[in-house]
């Protein structure tokens, strides 16, 4: 009961609700509760607490907990209700058994002259009980543990049955337990209820009428594919039982029916398979329903039905089979709020994963109905900072109420899971099944690969790249197992040798597979990996495959895992058509662990390759990442996760522990560069939404990944031997993790050139240098004196992703000379350190010094332009790009040299003044004729770099022309009207022809329209676009 709506300090009444004005109606039974402690011992007699309803004695039974209970119902609906089971059915709306008031009290042991009547639980030893709507007797015997034939007081509390006292303080037979007394409420009207306990009576008044405030809510107003419809009805009249959550269930299909309690709270078997399962629609009117009490639906082409933990899919009364069920489950005992989905969140109504756009279904209830719209949102992608730092965490958020499919829990976007779609990061060209297919079973893990059965798959997505399995039914396959899959990856040898680092040719790197089977784990029911194998075979018919993993490396249906380098080499030898073979019983020596029966839904999964390292000279990266964001709250349709990156440096680049610690399936991603992105190379998030318009729309969020340059300093003014001297290296790209501290050691090994750097595998990081001399190990005369090594110096992060290191030495009273013949005092020298940059901030190698950036501390700020993307200018007109920054402690009478390289290479230098203050100002004009592309500046002073900077020129395209575009590639406008659109485009110049004449509109490719897509959509450049176009002209695949 609701505790709101008790007025009375010791009086409860189940019904006492103030959201249904208190009504009750039908064959309710209604719970009255005494919590009294001056009655509330239960080792020693009290005395009947004093209770009427409407002035008759509403007898009360103590129960163990120390509490008062009664049971009433009205006695003529109960019998209605009674009527709808046998006499010893004991399921839906039965009451037990009737005896009429005038029933010796010898038989129960208490009087109940001042009821209607009144029902027990149990018959056996009774004489003269009835069922149903026959006239009352008076009953006799005296009743007997047995059935409890009573299924609307489930839940009552036990009877006080402590000895030294009379059975529930009053004397009722135990077996007579749970009682309902029987009342006329046939005129309606106020039923009151009251407890006099001595000093003041408390008071109840309820009302026998009609119910109130019915209605049905649904829990949003556009539903998307795949989505859960939560339905909620507010009806106190279905709270027939006071005790226990009631359960409601409807066959919307024909023929309609109501059953009360098919199933129980829980969801198990209650009626439902027996003849108990009584359909009581034709009794609704005289049970005191008036519009209530019924439900209908029209799933139409946008819902269908679906088990959940209410209940299963249909319904039974062992001779009729209800196949369109949708069961109603109360929140708490006596809320008259009941819903249709479970405690797991799960609906028993859902959206079509194929359902039309703004089409519905319908649900009606009282005679309200309610749409059930389908259709579409649009999403948006953001990230928690405009500029990422290496090993720093940033926050990812997709805000999507598509993806919102359980209201009740907090979605998920899972690789794993059909419906959702997933946010994903690609950098450079890693090898995907985004055109993969062919894609086969096979029952035996020896079955040839020619032989197999076939399974549809698709890519519907290509930005993260899914290969969907679909083994429903409908594609023709049920009922089958298997121990191996086959696919052809749609890609060649050639592909992969493109990709793959082959150390044996002089690259340095490393290769890695990434997969996730995690929906053949969750669906198709293999669980266990130990002895899978993934394999790549060019040719269903070839004999020599390479293996890439093998069961004792696989990590279980997900992994991120090193590729050998051998598989790598025997690659290298191949030709022809690539296909991926997993054999999920590599060693054939068990049952086949895979199984497809009628399966509802489709399998998503993922296999990819990735490079880092140095191929041809070049630094490369190729990955794809994908983001398992996490919706914030219930319902809240945003999604969140984080990302971050490491920075590659000369002592990680190569390093597999590095790229073993990446994340590329995750909700908290981990990726790797090696190099600067920005301005057209920066990394992109794409999320393909299905916009509201019902067409797939790229949303994408880019931004620049950019290099910092890094300084050394030391707060050691004043050296003096033996005394600690501070070091101090400042560089984001040095942090690598977000939560860890990083720490940087000296390179101890005597062997190496670079003994006694900061540093490893011979490659510096950071060296101390006095008299200019590195502080270097050196033997002689027999004895060894220590370098930097021996002072226990080691740069280390001063916290969590700070980006700053400190590393301490103590000044040395000898150090060895160049040669290390000799030693020498460092006294009248100077100290330095330089920190060997891998990548500054215009991306290229640098060495910082300690001496230079102590004269010349902060050598100088970042290079800005006024803008770094211009249009072309119309004839006549220029415009300027103004760059400007400043020089710190420049060297006097030194210009500052400018390198403009222009988008066709041609080089262009030009000198700068620099001020008294460092400062300069230049400008690069920008005409009609100027090339379209990236300009590239570089800036340096004094032999030293100072920074790089770019700026773009692009075709003035007129607004019209994007607006063409996404409406022709959406099939909006005719092939014929674009081309009108390009003809203008000639005669605007924007597209430059060496011809007159009109464009041919039979040949057009079908791939541009996916260019003019992915131009309105921002997914390529202006200059991608009018490239693309201005290519078609050249090539006279556009005639003119």
């Known amino acids: 009961m609701q505790a709101e709506a008790a007025s009375n300090p010791n009086l409860f009444v189940s019904v006492e609700n103030s959201q249904f004005n208190n009504h009750f109606s039908g064959s309710m039974v209604i719970e009255v509760v005494i919590r009294d402690p001056n009655i509330h011992d239960t080792g020693e007699g009290k005395g009947e607490p004093d209770v009427t309803l409407n002035g008759n004695s509403l007898r009360m039974v103590q129960s163990t907990d120390g509490n008062w209970y009664a049971y009433f119902a009205n006695v003529d609906k109960a019998k209605i209700a009674d009527s709808t089971q046998s006499a010893t059915s004991g399921k839906g709306l039965d009451f037990g058994v009737f005896c009429s008031r005038d029933t010796a009290s010898s038989v129960f042991g208490i009087s109940l002259s001042e009821t209607d009547g009144f029902a027990v639980p149990r018959n056996t030893g009774l004489t003269g009980f009835t069922n149903g709507d026959a006239s009352f007797n008076q009953c006799t015997g005296t009743p007997t543990s047995s059935t409890n034939l009573n299924n609307v007081v489930r839940s009552a509390k036990s009877i006080n049955t402590s000895q030294n006292i009379p059975s529930g303080q009053i004397g009722l037979n135990s077996d007579a337990w749970p009682l309902i007394q029987l009342y006329d409420f046939s005129t309606g009207g106020n039923v009151i209820i009251q407890y006099n306990p001595g000093s003041g009576t408390q008071t109840v008044t309820l009302q026998y009428d009609e119910i109130p405030n019915i209605s049905t809510t649904l829990d949003r107003t556009n539903y998307p594919p795949n989505s859960q419809v939560f339905a909620t009805i507010k009806d106190i009249q279905l709270n027939q039982d006071p005790t226990s959550r009631d359960s409601w269930t409807f066959n919307i ?24 399962l009584t359909n009581i629609i034709s009794k609704l009117s005289s049970l005191g329903f008036e519009k209530n009490g019924k439900l209908s639906m029209n799933l139409g082409t946008v819902a269908q039905l679906q088990a959940n933990g209410y209940q299963t899919a249909t319904a ?51 005679l309200q109905s309610l749409s059930i719209v389908s259709g579409l949102s649009d999403a948006s992608i953001s990230s928690g900072t405009p500029q990422y730092v290496s090993g720093q965490k940033v926050p990812i958020t997709i805000t999507d109420p598509d993806q919102n499919i359980n209201p009740g829990g907090r979605d998920k976007l899972d690789v794993f899971r059909s419906s959702a779609l997933i946010p994903s990061l690609t950098i450079g060209t890693p090898a995907t099944l985004q055109n993969a297919g062919s ?33 429903r039914p409908s594609t023709g396959i049920v009922n089958q197992s298997f121990e191996k899959i086959s696919l052809n990856t749609g890609l060649s040898a050639v592909d ?37 194998k993934i394999s790549l075979y060019f040719g269903l018919t070839d004999v020599t495959p390479i293996t890439l993993i093998n069961s004792s490396n696989m990590t279980g249906a997900q992994g991120f895992v090193q590729m050998p380098n051998a598989a790598v080499n025997l690659i290298a030898a191949k030709s022809g058509t690539v296909f991926l073979v997993i054999n999920f019983d590599a060693s054939n020596n068990s049952v086949a662990q895979g199984s497809i029966s009628s399966e509802i839904d489709t399998q998503p999964i993922v296999f990819d390759l990735f490079s880092f390292g140095n191929k041809n000279n070049k630094d490369i990266t190729n990955g794809i990442y994908r983001f398992e964001l996490q919706e914030t709250a219930l319902n809240s349709a945003i999604f969140t996760g984080t990302m971050e990156y490491t920075m590659a ?20 991603i981990k990726f790797f560069v090696n190099q600067r992105l920005i301005d057209e190379n920066g990394i992109n998030i794409a999320y393909s939404d299905v916009a509201k318009v019902g067409t797939t729309t790229g949303v994408s969020s880019k931004t620049d990944i950019r290099t910092q340059s890094g300084t050394v300093t030391t707060a050691s003014n004043v050296l003096r031997f033996g005394h600690p001297v501070t070091i101090t290296l400042k560089d984001p790209d040095l942090n690598l993790k977000s939560d860890d501290v990083d720490i940087y050691l000296v390179n101890n090994d005597p062997n190496s050139p670079n003994v006694d750097t900061v540093g490893k595998d011979g490659n510096i990081l950071l060296e101390i240098l006095i008299k200019d001399i590195r502080y270097k190990r050196c033997t002689v005369n027999g004895v060894e004196y220590g370098g930097l090594a021996s002072s226990g110096f080691t740069l280390v992060e001063t916290g969590p992703s700070t980006g700053v290191f400190e590393g301490v030495f103590k000044m040395p009273s000898q150090i060895c000379d160049k040669s290390g013949t000799t030693v020498i005092s460092p006294a009248g020298g100077s100290l330095d350190a330089k920190y060997h940059d891998s990548k500054d901030i215009s991306g290229n190698s640098n060495i910082f010094s300690l001496l230079r950036d102590k004269s ?43 390198t403009l390289t222009h988008p066709d290479g041609f080089v262009q230098n030009f000198v700068a003044v620099l001020s008294n203050s460092g400062s300069y100002r230049a400008a690069f004009s ?5 090339q379209l592309g990236v300009y590239k500046i570089q800036l340096s002073h004094n032999g030293y770099n100072i920074g790089l900077s770019s700026f773009t020129v692009s075709q003035n395209i007129p607004d019209w022309v994007k607006d063409n575009a996404r409406r022709w590639s959406s099939a909006s406008i005719s092939d014929s009207e674009f081309i009108d659109g390009l003809k203008q485009m000639i005669e605007d110049r924007i597209i430059v022809s060496t011809k007159e004449g009109s464009i041919s509109e039979r040949v057009i490719p079908d791939w541009v329209k996916n260019n003019a897509r992915w131009w309105s959509n921002n997914q390529i450049s202006d200059d991608d676009f009018i490239k693309s176009l201005q290519y078609l002209v050249k090539k006279g695949i556009i005639l003119v």
Do not use: C, M
């Not at 079955?447 to 698709?458: K, Q, R, Y």
């Not at 044996?504 to 669906?523: E, M």
């Open 926 to 930: 920008i005409n009609e004729n100027s």
């Open 496 to 532: 992969l040798q493109n990709l793959l680092i082959k150390i044996s040719s002089g690259d340095q790197g490393t290769n890695w597979i990434n997969y996730d089977l995690r929906s053949i784990q969750n669906r198709l029911g293999i669980t266990d990996y130990t002895d899978t």
């Open 316 to 366: 039974t009364d062992g001779t009729t089979t209800f196949t369109q069920i949708v069961t109603f489950v109360e929140s708490e005992p006596n809320t008259g709020i009941f819903e249709n989905f479970d405690f797991s969140d799960l609906s028993n109504v859902q959206i079509l994963s194929n359902a039309p756009r703004g089409q519905s279904a319908s649900i009606e209830y009282n």
């Open 649 to 668: 440096n000369q002592l990680n680049q190569f390093d597999a522990n590095v790229i073993a610690a990446l994340r590329p399936i995750s909700e908290d």
């Open 439 to 471: 894609v086969k079973i096979y029952s035996l893990s020896t079955d040839v690969l020619t032989g197999g059965t076939s399974i549809t798959s698709s890519v519907p997505d290509t930005n993260s790249d899914r290969l969907i399995l679909d083994t």
């Open 253 to 276: 299909g024909t023929p309609q029916a109501v059953f009360y309690e098919a199933f129980t709270e829980s969801g198990t078997n209650a009626a439902n398979g027996s003849v108990g």
């Open 856 to 898: 010349n501390s902060a050598f100088s700020n970042s290079p800005q332009l006024n803008t770094n993307k211009i249009k072309i200018p119309s004839s006549g007109n220029s415009e300027e790009i103004i760059l400007s920054g400043n020089v710190a402690n420049h060297k006097k009478g030194i210009p500052l040299a400018i």
